[in-house]
C-alpha cells in the first residue's frame, strides 16, 4: 500500500464519497483486499457505513507520471 486518501464531492448536494488506495500493481489488489476484510475493525467500519451507502462500485486506474 504506497497511499490511502478519502475524497468527498465538492460540486454539489450529491453526497459523493471517493475511497483513493494507491498499490504498487493489480497482481496484489487481491490480496491486499483479502488481508483488509480479515481486520476485525474492517468488520466493524463496514457494519456501520454499509446502511449509509446508496451504490458502489470500483473503478481502476493506472497512475501515469512524467518522471
Keep these: 500500500l ?3 486518501r478519502i ?4 460540486s454539489g448536494p450529491f453526497f459523493t464519497v471517493v475511497t483513493e488506495i494507491e498499490i504498487e ?7 491486499f483486499m483479502a488481508a ?3 481486520l476485525p475493525q474492517f468488520a466493524d467500519w463496514f ?3 454499509t446502511p449509509l451507502v ?3 462500485r470500483r ?3 493506472n497512475l501515469v507520471t512524467s518522471d
Design 2 to 4: 504506497r497511499g490511502f
Design 7 to 10: 475524497l468527498t464531492d465538492a
Design 25 to 31: 500493481s493489480f497482481a496484489v489488489w487481491p490480496q
Design 36 to 38: 483488509e476484510f480479515a
Design 47 to 49: 457494519a456501520r457505513m
Design 54 to 56: 446508496e451504490s458502489g
Design 59 to 61: 473503478e481502476f486506474y
